[in-house]
DNA sequence: CAAAATCTTGTATGATCATTCAATTTTTTG
DNA sequence: CAAAAAATTGAATGATCATACAAGATTTTG
C-alpha cells in the first residue's frame, strides 16, 4: 500500500499544480514545463504520471468534479425535505472548497474546451446531465409539471453565469453570497411557481 | 473608395470565416491555415489584411460586439418607458442575428480566453461594463436602490449562462424561446423588487 | 496600353511544445 | 547492505504553426 500512497501524493500535487497554471495561464497556453514547475517536478514526471497532458486534463476536471460532488452529499446529508435538497443542489456548486478563484477559471475553461476535447466533453455531458436530473427530481414535488422545465434552465443558466463572472477575476469571488443569491433566485423562482401556477 | 470597398470586403469574408472555424475548431486549435480555406484563401492572405493571428481574432471579437450594437440600438429605438429599455437591453442580447450556434460558440470562446489574451481583455471588459451601466440605468427608475445591485448581476449572470448552455451545443438555440425566458425573468426580478421594497 | 498599385500565394524560417528515452538517483525489499 | 524497483530528469526528436518574404498575378490608373 506504500507504492500506491506516493503515486497518489504525486498525482494530487500535480493535478494541484495543474489547477494554478491553468488559472494564470489558461488552457489554451499553458505547457507542461510551467505545469510541472509550478509543482516543482519536471515535465517528464507529468508523463510518467499521466502519460499525457491530455489525460493530466482530464484528471484535473475529474478532480473539480469530485469535489463538487464531495459537496454535494455533505449538503444533501442534512437536507430533509424536498424544498432542502434543492437548496443543497444549488449551494453545493458555490461551496467554499469549490468556489475559488482558480478553480472557477479552470472551471470556465473546460467548458469553453469541452466541445473540442473528447475526453473534456464526456466528463462535461455526463455532469450537466446529472445536475440536471438532480434538481429536476426536486422540483417535481415542488412545483407544477408546466413550470417544471422553465424553473429547472433558468437555475442552471444562472449558476452557470455566476461561475463565468467569477472567473472573469473582476472580483474575488464571495462564497457565501453567491449561495445566498443563487438561495433567493431558486425561492423566488419556487415561490412563483407555485403562486402563478398552483401547487 | 472602391480599394477601400475590396478591402472591406475581404475582411468580412474573413471574419466570417474566423467564426466559422471557430465554431467548429475552438479557440485553442483553430489555425490560420484554416481559417484561410474556410474562406478560400490562403493563410499569407490573412496576415496581409490582418496583420496576424491576434488581430484577426480582435477583429472577430469586434464584430460580435458590432452585432450585438446594432441590436441594441434597434430595439432602443423602438422602447418608449425605462421598462421598455430594459427589456430591450436584455432582449437584444438574444438577437436573431446574434443567438446562433456558430457565434454563441465563439462568444463563449472568447469570454474564456480573454483573461489570458490582452486586446481580448480590453473588449471584454469594456463590453461587460456598458451592459451592466446600460441594465443599472434602467434599474434605478424601476427598483428600490437596495434591490438594484442583485437583479443587475442576477439578469447578467443569467444571460451569460444561456449563452454558454447554447455553446455547448446539445440543442440548436431558439433565439425567440430564449428573449421570452430572458423577459419573463427579467419581469419576475421586477415585480418582486416592487412588491418585496416598495417602488 | 503600360506603369503602378494592389493583391495573392508557395515556400522557407524559426519558434514552441509534447513526448520519448537513456541514464541516473532514490527508495524499497529481502 | 546489495539487488531490484520506482522515480526523476536532461536532452533529443519530431510535429505543428504563425509569420515573413519574394515572386508573380490581377486590377487600377493616367
Same mark, same amino acid.
Given at each position: =500500500?506504500? %507504492?500506491r ?10 493535478v @494541484?499544480? @495543474?489547477? %494554478?497554471?491553468?488559472?494564470? %495561464?489558461?488552457?489554451?497556453s499553458?505547457? =507542461? @514545463?510551467?505545469i510541472?514547475?509550478? *509543482?516543482?517536478a519536471?515535465?517528464?514526471?507529468? #508523463?510518467y +504520471? ?6 493530466l =486534463?482530464?484528471?484535473?476536471? %475529474?478532480?473539480l ?13 442534512? @437536507? ?7 437548496l443543497?443542489?444549488?449551494e453545493a #456548486? ?21 466541445? +473540442?476535447?473528447?475526453? &473534456?466533453?464526456? &466528463?462535461?455531458?455526463?455532469n450537466? *446531465? ?5 434538481i429536476?427530481?426536486?422540483l ?7 413550470g417544471l #422545465? ?6 442552471? *443558466? +444562472? ?5 463565468i ?6 472580483t474575488v ?6 449561495r445566498?443569491? *443563487?438561495?433567493?433566485?431558486a ?8 403562486q402563478?401556477?398552483?401547487?
Amino acid at each position: =500500500m506504500r %507504492r500506491r500512497r506516493i503515486r497518489d501524493i504525486r498525482n494530487d500535487e500535480l493535478v @494541484a499544480a @495543474a489547477i %494554478r497554471s491553468l488559472h494564470h %495561464r489558461g488552457f489554451g497556453s499553458v505547457t =507542461m @514545463a510551467e505545469i510541472a514547475g509550478e *509543482a516543482g517536478a519536471s515535465a517528464a514526471s507529468i #508523463n510518467y +504520471y499521466f502519460g499525457s497532458k491530455d489525460r493530466l =486534463m482530464e484528471e484535473t476536471m %475529474r478532480r473539480l468534479l469530485s469535489i463538487l460532488h464531495t459537496a454535494l452529499l455533505a449538503r444533501l446529508a442534512e @437536507a430533509r425535505t424536498p424544498r432542502d435538497r434543492l437548496l443543497a443542489i444549488v449551494e453545493a #456548486n458555490f461551496d467554499d472548497t469549490l468556489f475559488t478563484p482558480a478553480q472557477c477559471s479552470v472551471w470556465v475553461q473546460f467548458w469553453a474546451n469541452a466541445p +473540442y476535447t473528447s475526453s &473534456l466533453s464526456r &466528463l462535461h455531458r455526463i455532469n450537466r *446531465a446529472r445536475v440536471a436530473s438532480n434538481i429536476r427530481r426536486e422540483l417535481r414535488q415542488l412545483v407544477p409539471e408546466q413550470g417544471l #422545465n422553465r424553473v429547472q434552465t433558468t437555475i442552471q *443558466a +444562472y449558476m452557470d453565469g455566476v461561475w463565468i463572472e467569477a472567473a472573469q477575476g473582476g472580483t474575488v469571488p464571495d462564497a457565501a453570497a453567491a449561495r445566498a443569491d *443563487a438561495r433567493a433566485l431558486a425561492e423566488l423562482l419556487l415561490d412563483q411557481s407555485r403562486q402563478s401556477l398552483g401547487s
